[in-house]
């Protein structure tokens, strides 16, 4: 086994399938609770039966992963022949999983450099990706942690939600709480800034904020090189309409990601969820 740069995230992150096989990516999940039911995101329930359970109105909360839980993961990464580990997560505003993460990383076998994002879905998504290229060829592990975090730097994420309601019973709108008084009679548009989510602009119908929405999206791609993802919950539709106008109005678009939420992101969002990454290279 020859000793290499092992990248972690979690499942929250969003990274298609194929490219965590390609570049041997590990997702540790977050937990969806339903009912009495606590269940692996990922794994033990997907995005769609979550958008169903949130339709019926049934209790939806989620949960970190355990401290053990990624002591086993670094375990393991480290018998395979890692000599460092990058361990790259959501924000810790939006959860505790970046502390469980540096709880597990004081006792593990090899050096782990655990970094909050303050990023979520394809936004961390894009930090690992660049992490694991870099570990590919051979970047050190203070090298890749570097390159993960001048995606972080770079990065935004805007993203429409049809109501409010599931991020107020989840605490997740921080600042956004301005926005409830008027939220019947509006459709927010939101952003990731600092790590939390907050409101960026009110429209008054559907239609009109997701052309918004794609407005800002291309104007923050501008003509750089960029990597952009698109994302939705249980709005397939509307995430393929808008993934086309990007690909036909964003000049320097590298690569083009469109998919559903995981589990734990929805529960906080709601159906109806369409969202935007803007990453540049």
Known sequence: MSPHVA??????????????????IVAVPLTVVLGDQALEEGTEISARSLAAALQKRRPVTTSRPSPETF???YQRAAEAGASGIVSLHLSSELSGTYDAAVVAAKDAPVPVRVVDTGMIAMALGFCALAAAETAGVGGTLDESVAAAEK???????????????????????????????????????????????????????ASRAIARLEEIAVER?????VDVAVHHLAAPERAAALAERLWERVPGLVDLHVSEVGAVIGAHTGPGLLGAVISPR
């Not at 990248?7 to 041997?24: C, F, K, L, N, Y």
């Not at 459709?187 to 008054?204: A, N, Q, S, Y």
């Open 221 to 225: 791609a501008g003509t750089s090189r």
């Open 151 to 205: 995606r972080a730097a770079g990065t935004t994420a805007y993203f429409y939600v049809d109501t409010l309601d599931f991020l107020r019973r989840g605490g997740r709108i921080g600042a956004a709480q301005a926005l409830l008084g008027s939220a019947l009679a509006v459709k927010p548009l939101l952003r990731l800034d600092g790590g939390r989510i907050e409101p960026l602009e009110k429209v008054r119908t």
């Open 71 to 73: 002591a086993a993961v």
């Open 7 to 24: 990248i972690v995230t979690d499942s929250t992150a969003s990274v298609p399938q194929p490219a965590m096989e390609r570049h041997g």
